[in-house]
């Protein structure tokens, strides 16, 4: 039962467009959620980060999107680049409940930025 | 700053025999965790540790496999009798520090061991 469904395996898109990486949860207690990145040969390294207090969060290229009503968050990158390549995974944890230890992750999709 | 560190990088073995993955997080974090990642599949929480101690093993898949983490840095996974559903991708994470109750901390993840189960 798979908690957390990322159910694009992969994304193509030209660079300096908006890429627009989905995620879906079915559990609601979950109120926390990261996005991380993985280039091949390396562990995920954490990208950005949003409480489910917010519906949005912003750093820079990368913009978190979080609809609770739909369970449903969304990464959006702008402008893309080539070297945002990368594997990207959704992942969430419960803050509360002493359960924020643990992360669940969905499969990935894999961004391609095209030159 | 050094970041987490996992060795083997690859490690081939034969069903049956034992092995032995070791982490060493990044100095002065004390919380620490395993994931494994399996073709084709998200990370799979293992087991966590809050210094030696690991309040919650309830993500090892099996009573072969078995973690330990001494002196509050280094950690080892160890799987026993290894079975060919055991080769994946094994992730060592560390964090500043865990708090029930408290803001999930980033956690920080090495390069992973590769095990291959023949």
């Known amino acids: 039962d798979q908690q957390v469904k990322q159910n694009s395996p992969s994304l193509s898109v030209q660079e300096g467009r908006i890429s627009i990486l989905n995620c879906d949860y079915t559990?609601?207690?979950?109120?926390?959620f990261l996005w991380y990145k993985k280039y091949p040969a390396e562990g995920p390294t954490f990208l950005i980060s949003i409480s489910s207090i917010k519906d949005k969060n912003e750093d820079g290229r990368f913009t978190v999107f979080l609809n609770k009503s739909a369970k449903h968050l969304s990464l959006h990158i702008v402008p893309s680049q080539p070297g945002d390549s990368a594997v990207y995974f959704c992942a969430a944890s419960l803050n509360s409940g002493g359960s924020n230890y643990k992360l669940t992750f969905g499969k990935g999709t894999l961004l391609t930025v095209n030159p | 700053g050094a970041g987490v560190s996992q060795s083997p990088s690859n490690k081939v073995t034969e069903k049956g025999k034992d092995v032995e993955l070791r982490c060493d997080p990044i100095?002065?974090?004390?919380?620490l965790y395993w994931y494994r990642q399996s073709l084709g599949q998200g990370l799979e929480f293992l087991i966590y540790f809050q210094g030696n101690s690991a309040p919650d093993k309830s993500g090892l898949p099996s009573d072969r496999f078995s973690a330990e983490r001494t002196g509050g840095s280094v950690s080892t996974l160890t799987i026993q009798r290894t079975q060919q559903e055991d080769s994946a991708v094994y992730l060592c994470?560390?964090?500043?520090?865990?708090?029930?109750?408290?803001?999930?901390?980033?956690?920080?993840f090495g390069p992973g061991t590769r095990l291959l189960v023949l």
């Open positions: 559990n609601s207690m979950f109120d926390y």
């Open positions: 100095s002065g974090h004390t919380a």
């Open positions: 994470a560390s964090s500043l520090v865990w708090l029930a109750g408290a803001k999930t901390e980033t956690q920080y």
